[in-house]
């Protein structure tokens, strides 16, 4: 299972690895350091998901509808479950 929260890192930033509309509502100095970021997360992510040796579970605590859009688009829409229903 894996656990995607920002917990407030400065070098990690999920939201920009599932919300693609995420980069337009950057402050400029946000704006300087999404590409470094995002690079990073992607990494963390990477290794995170290719760990699992069966079942893979990526659950994201209180996702925006942006992020559920990415998430869809990432792992398809068949694989992405709202828990609260």
Same mark, same amino acid.
């Given at each position: 299972?894996?656990?995607?929260? &920002?917990?407030?890192?400065?070098?990690?930033?999920?939201? *920009?690895?599932?919300?693609?509309?995420?980069? +337009?509502? !950057?402050?400029?100095?946000?704006?300087?350091?999404?590409? &470094?970021?995002?690079?990073?997360?992607?990494?963390?992510? *990477?290794?995170?998901?290719?760990?699992?040796? +069966?079942? !893979?579970?990526?659950?994201?605590?209180?996702?925006?509808?942006?992020?559920?859009?990415?998430?869809?688009?990432?792992?398809?829409?068949?694989?992405?479950?709202?828990?609260?229903?």
């Amino acid at each position: 299972m894996i656990l995607l929260h &920002n917990g407030g890192w400065n070098n990690y930033n999920f939201d *920009y690895l599932l919300n693609m509309e995420i980069y +337009e509502t !950057l402050t400029p100095a946000k704006k300087k350091s999404y590409d &470094n970021i995002l690079h990073r997360t992607k990494k963390l992510f *990477y290794v995170c998901c290719t760990r699992a040796r +069966e079942n !893979l579970v990526v659950f994201y605590p209180e996702p925006t509808q942006e992020v559920i859009s990415g998430a869809q688009e990432l792992f398809g829409k068949e694989n992405c479950v709202n828990l609260d229903d």
